[in-house]
């Protein structure tokens, strides 16, 4: 017994031994992943039939290219570029690394120029960093910046070809080998044109660099304990979290490698304001959402933040009682709002999406009569049966059960009596075929500020309430249109990754996968926003929801 306990002992302390991956193990994962998108990727035959990729030419192509890899790190980061490929914000990979590094800056694409949008100043005053906020980084290690954009691009996947192009402009100084090729280069080397002036200047940076660089000649092998902890359920690296839930449209995936000064900078998921409010607004929240209203000629206009459809407590769990309390402080603000303005703005920029219940209470605090719930196409599969099967059992003897039960005999019928890849469109909130309004709720004229970052929910909401209620202003959102569920890793280089398993659809019958919501009026971030606190962007919704007020007499149409 001692015997055992020592040599138990000595496999958790051995170094890990790396090999090259064979080329036979390395089509053997290609396949493995291949054969799991034909036979669970919810929007599989949707995107060959609308043209978005021609599957067949993009499975021989990378097929050969993992042929020809000349070592792990060229196949891992291509089978990372092939899940990116998919053009789907929800279908995101991984490799074990915890390597990363970044640089106190944030960076954004503002009307195509790469610009700085905020400086930690902490770690960088004047005398080592002397540009402001709006100068323009033109090159990257002496690299024109569009090609560096263009290759870390190349790693993100989404919908929507703006949303990508500004996730890379952001990860520009933010980099996590997990998602993409990570040099061990310890400075950055930055041109940076001052203001809109002809002069530009070069100044090197120190990475801030964490982790442990892996051999990118080399496979990440998992340490004996770190597969013990697998055979155990556990992710060691907590990417994911484990199972399916039907009910989440999240989009968290967009903080992911991004440092705080970045995070910061983008208000990703975050109840803060964007723009600085007015003087004279008078506050009803901070936190954890913000909302006010300020004075204008025609009377107060409101503002509200909406950030996710995910509230977590302070310790970061999400449970029924904190559902319950975020909504009934939404409750409060809208009745604050409804009382005290004549128009409202809902700021949905960088919204991450989240409960679709929860999406759906929250229509029920804006909308005037009764509306339809969203509605999904669920995977009709063997798989499917048994999650379904499962999740009735939990919930028996009640109306929720009631409703699951039937999504389950949509499923079995379909894959049973058809040859159908998905169900036929169900709700899956079993609340009914219309939903009611909440009794508390804003009647007065609204627009919805919305951009190319929001997705998933962060694509619903908007879609529902820009075809009915509201007026969208912004840009247009990422498109993501379904649930995702984590699929087991690859046999031999453990890459992860999560996939899109329905196709979900605003409520008349659109889809919203590669679909985002369109503004009905267009408005791209400019530097003068960036440099004066987003204040020409509150001037300009300002404005537009002004439009939107009759002038005293008169009613709007």
């Given at each position: ?257 991004l440092n705080k000064t970045q995070l910061d900078s983008t208000f990703a998921c975050s109840g803060g304001a964007r723009a600085a409010k007015p003087k004279d607004a008078v506050m009803i929240m901070t936190k954890p959402f913000v909302a006010y209203y300020y004075p204008t000629k025609k009377g107060n206009i409101g503002y509200l933040r909406i950030p996710h459809y995910a509230p977590k407590d302070n310790h970061g769990q999400r449970d029924a009682a904190t559902y319950e309390l975020r909504y009934s402080q939404y409750e409060y603000a809208v009745a604050e709002l409804e009382k005290n303005t004549v128009a409202l703005v809902i700021d949905q920029d960088d919204n991450c999406g989240g409960s679709v219940s929860y999406l759906e209470s929250i229509l029920g605090l804006f909308m005037l009569d009764q509306y339809k719930p969203m509605q999904f196409e669920l995977l009709a599969n063997r798989s499917e049966i048994v999650d379904f099967r499962s999740y009735v059992k939990e ?163």
């Amino acid at each position: 017994m001692k015997l055992f306990i020592i040599i138990f002992a000595l496999l958790f302390a051995l170094p890990s031994m790396a090999r090259q991956l064979s080329t036979a193990a390395k089509l053997s994962d290609f396949e493995q992943f291949i054969g799991s998108v034909e036979a669970g990727y919810g929007p599989f035959f949707y995107k060959i039939h609308n043209g978005i990729y021609d599957y067949d030419k993009k499975v021989t192509k990378y097929r050969q290219r993992v042929k020809e890899s000349t070592d792990n790190a060229d196949f891992y980061y291509t089978m990372l570029e092939l899940i990116a490929s998919f053009k789907d914000g929800h279908f995101n990979g991984y490799i074990d690394s915890d390597y990363k590094k970044s640089v106190p800056l944030a960076t954004d694409l503002i009307q195509g120029k790469v610009l700085i949008t905020k400086i930690d100043r902490n770690k960088l005053d004047e005398s080592k960093f002397p540009f402001s906020l709006g100068d323009e980084i033109v090159r990257v290690d002496g690299k024109p910046v569009a090609d560096e954009v263009d290759f870390i691009a190349k790693y993100i996947g989404s919908g929507f070809e703006q949303t990508v192009r500004r996730k890379a402009t952001w990860t520009l100084v933010s980099r996590r080998a997990s998602r993409m090729p990570v040099d061990t280069k310890k400075d950055l080397v930055l041109s940076i044109r001052k203001g809109t002036s002809e002069l530009i200047e070069d100044i090197s940076l120190d990475w801030d660099i964490k982790g442990t660089p892996i051999d990118e000649a080399i496979a990440y092998q998992p340490t004996q304990q770190e597969l013990v902890m697998r055979q155990m359920g556990l992710d060691t690296f907590g990417l994911f979290e484990a199972g399916t839930d039907y009910s989440e449209l999240s989009n968290f995936s967009i903080l992911d490698g991004l440092n705080k000064t970045q995070l910061d900078s983008t208000f990703a998921c975050s109840g803060g304001a964007r723009a600085a409010k007015p003087k004279d607004a008078v506050m009803i929240m901070t936190k954890p959402f913000v909302a006010y209203y300020y004075p204008t000629k025609k009377g107060n206009i409101g503002y509200l933040r909406i950030p996710h459809y995910a509230p977590k407590d302070n310790h970061g769990q999400r449970d029924a009682a904190t559902y319950e309390l975020r909504y009934s402080q939404y409750e409060y603000a809208v009745a604050e709002l409804e009382k005290n303005t004549v128009a409202l703005v809902i700021d949905q920029d960088d919204n991450c999406g989240g409960s679709v219940s929860y999406l759906e209470s929250i229509l029920g605090l804006f909308m005037l009569d009764q509306y339809k719930p969203m509605q999904f196409e669920l995977l009709a599969n063997r798989s499917e049966i048994v999650d379904f099967r499962s999740y009735v059992k939990e919930v028996e003897q009640t109306m929720q059960g009631v409703h699951l039960k039937n999504i389950l005999t949509l499923i079995e019928d379909t894959w049973k009596n058809t040859d159908d890849f998905l169900t036929t469109k169900t709700d899956i909130t079993g609340q009914g075929d219309y939903l009611q309004p909440n009794h508390i709720r804003y009647t007065k004229p609204i627009l919805m500020l919305i951009d190319e970052i929001s997705g998933s929910g962060g694509d619903a909401f908007p879609g529902i309430m820009g075809f009915e209620r509201a007026k969208l202003l912004g840009t247009r959102t990422s498109g993501l249109g379904g649930h995702v569920e984590q699929q087991p890793p690859l046999n031999f280089s453990r890459i992860k990754y999560r996939m899109t398993k329905s196709l979900f659809f605003r409520a008349y019958g659109v889809a919203v996968e590669n679909n985002g919501a369109v503004p009905h009026i267009n408005y791209d971030l400019t530097r003068e926003d960036i440099m004066y606190e987003y204040k020409p962007y509150r001037d300009f919704y300002t404005k537009m929801v002004l439009e939107m007020v009759p002038e005293a007499g008169q009613t709007k149409n």
